[in-house]
């Protein structure tokens, strides 16, 4: 690894303290040229001199937004300054998601190995999305919990002979439209009538035979979302 230069962005100093013995013992190459306890002092420091590479915590003086803006900041401003995020916000995903929207190249949580020169090297080599152990497992974890999930939602498509307009019709209903809002949109060729006997239809594929009476348009569409023939996460109104 080249030499590199670096600031250090942290807000309690015990951690500070052993972040900076990382780079002593394990990282020779890097040089840091100081270390930031707030935005004041930070930015104080990028006037004196830019660094190759700025380790920011997100969490400084009790706030998580300032890291993110932090990041946003050195992103525009200063493209060519790789942001490597070292945090302890080990359960706030959203954070995580905004942080990387700002142009982060990479997000070591405080946990588990911590900060490893191989994770500092894969940054200073111009690799996006670098992470550690712990955060890579719940990203694995999410991803496999949306591949089953969408699994489910395909499988049940064929298993109930699914097509388009079911799947709109369900859609809308979920969404709160009446039939003759459903019947008025520009993607749905039926009229209320040929609506009404599709829901009926739904009725007979979804629900067993000695379930089906009394069925309405609510319990029909907690069916389909149980299903996963349509996705609460992703209900969304076509255009009119």
């Avoid at 049940?156 to 079911?166: G, L, P, S």
Wanted: net charge negative; proline share 3%.
């Amino acid at each position: 690894m080249e030499p590199f230069k670096v600031i250090i962005v942290e807000d309690v100093k015990l951690e500070l303290k052993g972040t900076e013995e990382i780079f002593r013992s394990d990282i020779p190459e890097a040089e840091v040229l100081g270390t930031a306890m707030n935005e004041g002092e930070l930015w104080a420091l990028m006037r004196q001199q830019l660094p190759d590479l700025l380790l920011l915590d997100l969490g400084l003086g009790g706030s998580t937004t300032v890291g993110v803006d932090i990041c946003r900041q050195v992103h525009t401003k200063y493209p060519q300054v790789k942001v490597l995020i070292f945090t302890g916000e080990i359960l706030n995903e959203r954070l995580w998601v905004d942080v990387l929207a700002a142009g982060a190249d990479g997000i070591i949580l405080k946990t588990g190995e911590l900060l490893t020169r191989n994770d500092v090297r894969l940054v200073m080599d111009g690799r996006r999305l670098v992470f550690n152990q712990p955060i890579l497992e719940k990203i694995v974890a999410r991803f496999k919990k949306s591949v089953i999930s969408e699994t489910r939602r395909t499988d049940a498509v064929i298993d109930y002979d699914i097509d388009e307009y079911d799947e709109r019709f369900l859609r809308h209903l979920a969404l709160g439209y009446t039939k003759d809002m459903i019947a008025a949109l520009k993607g749905m060729p039926f009229g209320v009538k040929s609506l009404e006997k599709r829901q009926v239809d739904l009725v007979n594929r979804l629900f067993p035979e000695n379930e089906r009476n009394g069925v309405n348009a609510t319990r029909l569409v907690v069916r389909a979302l149980q299903l996963r023939i349509i996705d609460l996460d992703h209900l969304k109104a076509d255009d009119e």
